[in-house]
């Protein structure tokens, strides 16, 4: 199973901050599944390749979503401090 996941961003020193945030899970992987993070323009791309089945490939999606998330809300939160 194959996922091309595009989240935009306003900003591209966003897009490139969530990248970042998120790009160390490129090197966690156990065998048969294939992560990997970059930015495009305003965007978050991730690849996912997983033959592991659905039940691995769905909580990879929702463990890089949740992850996406809270590095969101931390950029936030830096954005109101700093």
């Given at each position: 199973m194959k996922a091309e996941i595009w989240i935009g961003y306003k900003k591209e020193e966003e897009a490139e901050a969530i990248a970042k945030a998120v790009s160390p899970d490129n090197l966690k992987t156990p065998s048969g599944l294939n992560v990997e993070t970059s930015r495009?323009?305003?965007?978050?791309?991730?690849?996912?390749?997983?033959?592991?089945?659905?039940?691995?490939?769905?909580?990879?999606?929702?463990?890089?979503?949740?992850?996406?998330?809270?590095?969101?809300?931390?950029?936030?939160?830096?954005?109101?401090?700093?």
């Open positions: 495009k323009d305003k965007f978050v791309v991730t690849l996912i390749e997983c033959e592991r089945g659905l039940e691995t490939f769905i909580a990879t999606i929702d463990d890089l979503l949740s992850c996406i998330q809270a590095a969101e809300r931390t950029l936030g939160v830096a954005r109101k401090h700093g």
